[in-house]
């Protein structure tokens, strides 16, 4: 091959992402250019071949699995050794990652494993809590504490937390709650007296509705272009004074709809509930 042995720089030997449906660009963890007469690419499999290459848009947006990256020579149809790097997703909504949990087998005798947010180990910045960590770049490393020394460090590892997180907060259970007093039901419960005391067993609601066969469905509507409801002819306002909490399912854009503001209260508009987030 002709000088494309010196592969890249910096390639991350673990890119750790959280959150759902992230991506991560993989060129943006490569440092320096490629040797004359090369091109860098990257592979979802080995042995390393044309029909494992992926597209620069794909590498821009990798999702979960194992990659390779190489340098190419057209010219002289050959490659570079690979580097590895893996990409893994978490579970929302963790807001920090378990770097003991990319290590296995035993530390060398007299040694322990650190992880480190710097190159060159030292107290300073020697991770204090490896099992819950935020966002960043991690080193890990084997101290021998007795003679004061550090085995090289390992390739860094990217930690990268989401920030949008769908919160998935479990429901209060516990405590005083009050009785659902109003209930429809698909069930045979209706008409019948105290039955299963229903639906007053369905703590904390203002309306219970339940069946095996059947679904709740909001009201349906189409939204114009200016982002407000109207009936079929597209012009006609189907709901003229909405209020703050009021919910319709756009039949448009195809999602649940909610009238609320953005800014405080101050402005107030339809919106997709397309991200759930956890309440202040």
Known sequence: MKNIHRLLSVIMMFITV???????????????TPPTGTVLEWHNAIPISSTNVITSAQAAAASAGTYYAVYYDNVNACY?????????????PSTTFNLTSLTSGTAPAGTILEWHTAVIPNSSNLVSNAAAVPSGTYYAVYHDITNSCYSPVSEPVIVSL??????????????????SKVGITS???????????WPMNRKGAWLVIESKTKAFIPNRVKFNSSN??????????????????????????????????????????????ATQTCPD
């Open 18 to 32: 959280f959150g759902f449906s992230q991506t991560v660009n993989l060129n943006t963890h490569v440092t320096g």
């Open 80 to 92: 570079s050794p690979y580097s590895k790097v893996k990409v893994v997703t978490g579970t929302c």
């Open 162 to 179: 989401s920030t949008s997180c769908l919160c998935y907060k479990p429901a209060i259970t516990t405590g005083a709650t009050l009785d």
């Open 187 to 197: 069930l045979g419960r209706a008409g019948t007296t105290n039955m299963d005391n």
């Open 228 to 273: 407000v409801p109207v009936a079929d002819d597209g012009v006609t306002l189907v709901i003229t004074s909405p209020v703050e909490g009021m919910m319709v399912f756009d039949a448009t854009n195809k999602c649940l709809k909610m009238y609320t503001s953005t800014d405080g209260g101050t402005t107030f508009g339809w919106f997709c509930m």
